[in-house]
């Protein structure tokens, strides 16, 4: 598929980000003036859905069709983006909540091409993320309420991204020793993941302590790590990274002490899902956006700007959540909002510089 033919996917990936945004806001009791056309109530009800199906299933299945480069690949995708506009539209769950789940069997599927070929032992997280994904939105769709199934959605996102980080610091592979050690924060995520729906105590003890092994794997093995003194965009791609490893390893830590639907709960997911997943996404994009659009993305030390103010603002919603003051809470969410607009608004605005100073 020629590069701007994958634009209206994106399109559609982002705009269940912006909604799901606005609807993270509406569940904080900030209501932003909009108008009254927009699908507000099912922002608000599909937050989470929107966020992890609707927005990474498209961005992930995106990037995973790219590099399958077959047309079929794009099923994926598209499944994913079509299932969050139902979601918005208010159509029967079956249907939107079917088409988000041929989505993630559809990444699986690729996941599954991908490790076949090459049986690289970074092909193996993200396959075992995409058959979470399946599985959590096959409970989703069943009824089980999103407390349930968050453990998968957690897997899907956090093993996805530990097969990229595997990959991209193959140059400095771990010892056998490290790459055995591994196992162990992948089994235990999965093991939480699955435990969650019928046990939630033991299900959140295993899932966080996955979370924070895997952050302190990460935070060791990665080639991150070294690159912390570099200049430009390898030292603002090692910065985000080993940031987001912080609140993976924080996600990990409060995980085990939170009740569905709690505050605790609230700081959890979003430690994970904001800080760590995020802070990857930012990272990520001046290298990921090039390869699906084939347009460049010129690193502006202004990328710190979005960055370190998705950092300050999830602390204090942070602080919020474990003080139990709902100012904060509130505060920090606005925040976060605005760090994800202002990191759209940077990297659109850097397209665009790449596109200039690719005519002048
Ligand atoms: C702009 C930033 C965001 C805001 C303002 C926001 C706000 C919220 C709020 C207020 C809740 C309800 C928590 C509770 O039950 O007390 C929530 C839940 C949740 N959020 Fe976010 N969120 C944001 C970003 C994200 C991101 C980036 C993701 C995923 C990648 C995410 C995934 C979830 C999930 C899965 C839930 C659980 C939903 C449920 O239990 O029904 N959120 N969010």
């Known amino acids: 598929m020629p590069p701007p033919a994958r634009i209206p996917l994106l399109v559609l990936g982002f705009a269940a980000l912006i909604l799901a945004i606005l609807g993270g806001l509406a569940r904080l009791g900030l209501n932003p003036p909009l108008p009254a056309a927009m699908p507000m109530d099912a922002a608000l009800a599909f937050h989470g859905p929107l966020m992890v199906a609707a927005f990474f299933g ?94 998968g959605w957690l897997a899907f996102l956090v093993l996805t991204i530990a097969g990229e980080r595997q990959e991209m610091s193959r140059l400095l592979p771990p010892s ?37 092994l895997l952050a302190l794997w990460l935070g060791r093995q990665d080639i991150a790590r070294r690159n912390l003194g570099a200049r430009g965009l390898t030292r603002f791609v090692a910065v985000s990274l080993m940031g987001g490893y912080l609140w993976l390893a924080a996600a990990g830590l409060l995980l085990p002490f939170a009740d569905p639907g709690g505050l605790l709960y609230d700081a959890a997911l979003h430690a994970a899902m904001l800080g760590f ?35 300050l603002t999830l602390a204090v919603r942070l602080a919020g959540d474990l003080a139990g003051n709902h100012g904060w809470r509130a505060l920090g969410g606005a925040g976060n909002a605005l760090a994800l607009l202002l ?11 790449g596109r200039f100073q690719k005519s002048a």
């Open 343 to 353: 990191f759209l608004v940077m990297t659109i605005g850097s397209v665009v510089r």
């Open 277 to 311: 997943v995020f802070a990857m996404v930012f990272g990520h994009a001046p290298i990921i956006f090039p390869a699906v659009l084939r347009t460049p993305v010129p690193y502006s030390p202004l990328f710190y700007g979005h960055l370190s103010l998705l950092h």
């Open 176 to 212: 056998p020793r490290a790459a055995r050690l591994f196992h162990l924060p992948v089994t235990l995520v999965l093991a939480g993941a699955a435990l969650l729906p019928i046990l939630w105590r033991p299900g959140a003890a295993a899932l966080g302590a996955g979370l924070f």
């Open 58 to 151: 498209t961005v992930i299945g995106l990037e995973r069709a790219v590099a399958a480069g077959h047309l079929p690949g794009y099923l994926a995708p598209l499944c994913s983006g079509l299932g969050g506009v139902l979601l918005l539209a208010g159509a029967p769950p079956a249907a939107a909540g079917g088409l988000l789940l041929a989505g993630a069997a559809g990444l699986a599927l690729l996941a599954w091409q991908f490790h076949r070929r090459q049986r690289a032992p970074w092909l193996l997280p993200p396959l075992y993320g995409a058959l979470a994904a399946c599985a959590a939105h096959a409970a989703w769709l069943a009824g089980l309420p999103v407390p349930a199934v968050v453990g």
